[in-house]
């Protein structure tokens, strides 16, 4: 075959090479991908797949544990529907507290109060969970103010609010002489929650007699059905104590009834949280064993050691 003069068979071959054959090493840099050379060791890229391939079986449990979890979900959600919801909870509890069958909680609060020499119209309360506008306290002419809240309020003197999502006070006229808490904290699914409401109740108390020894307020009104301290592994009465007297408060009553528990509570200095030293451990109040055996509920409280 004849050279064709001018052209690259007229060329040499060194030349006609370099000319014709792409450059790869640029080619891997403009597109950004890592080459690959010769001198990789086997050990190396074995170790980058076996990673991989961890990963990715991880990513595919975490997947089917998402999916579990969910369906889970999915069908407790259904149960609820299927029993109700929280609407038909609510009316049974109204009906469970009605006055005809004894079950009003703050009977006892009025009753500790009137033993506490508080003036008449004179104090001012957040009742959280509240039921009903016409309970006991409603009408025995010691409060000057009272401020109902519920998560699924039954009628219009009841605002629907839930707690844990209330702004907090901006000057005294939002704070309270009384916070009652009456079959709430049982109510809330988490137990750091739990702790959480605890705190947060000493936000909204006035603090105008903090110190004031002669005074029965500030104080908190809190109630829990019997089996939560009676018959929990992770909670008793003595751990309540605990958790309470951290958070700045005094016991000024008790209780105890066949499926209840009162307390009064004082608050009368600030929260002292600051028991743990252990910079490895995240809460004052962990999930501890307390009473050990078959038969026992769940419940318990977790106070976490740094909160907002």
């Known amino acids: 075959m004849a050279k064709k003069k001018g052209g690259l068979l007229s060329m040499p071959r060194s030349i006609v090479s370099k000319i014709t054959r792409p450059k790869i090493d640029t080619i891997g840099e403009k597109s950004g991908v890592k080459k690959m050379t010769k001198s990789a060791s086997s050990k190396h890229t074995r170790t980058i797949i076996r990673a991989l391939h961890t990963l990715m079986k991880n990513k595919a449990l975490m997947e089917a544990e998402i999916q579990a979890l969910s369906n889970s979900l999915a069908t407790i959600e259904s149960n609820i529907a299927l029993n109700g919801g929280l609407d038909v909870y609510q009316k049974a509890s109204i009906l469970g507290q009605d006055v005809r ?33 016409k309970n006991f306290c409603s009408r025995c002419n010691l409060f000057n103010k009272i401020e109902r ?44 929650d739990r702790g959480l409401m605890l705190y947060k109740t000493v936000k909204f108390l006035s603090k105008e007699n903090l110190s004031d020894d002669t005074k029965c307020t500030p104080c908190l009104f809190f109630v829990l059905p019997l089996p939560c301290v009676s018959n929990s592994r992770y909670c008793n009465e003595e ?46 109040f962990k999930k501890d064993q307390l009473n050990p055996g078959g038969n026992r509920n769940n419940f318990h409280i977790i106070l976490e050691n740094k909160l907002e």
């Open 101 to 133: 069958r004894g079950g009003d909680s703050s009977k006892i609060l009025v009753e500790w109060l009137k033993e506490l020499n508080c003036k008449s119209k004179s104090l001012s309360m957040l009742e959280v969970g509240c039921l009903s506008s």
């Open 239 to 284: 751990r309540i104590t605990q958790i309470m007297n951290s958070l700045g408060y005094s016991l000024l009553k008790r209780k105890q009834a066949t499926k209840l528990i009162y307390w009064l509570w004082k608050y009368d200095r600030k929260p002292d949280m600051t028991t743990i030293k252990d910079k490895t451990i995240t809460s004052t």
């Open 149 to 192: 809240i519920d998560l699924n309020s039954q009628e219009p003197l009841v605002k629907q609010q839930d707690f844990m999502k209330r702004p907090y006070p901006t000057g005294k006229e939002e704070e309270f002489d009384i916070i009652s808490l009456s079959l709430v904290v049982n109510f809330v699914p988490i137990p750091a």
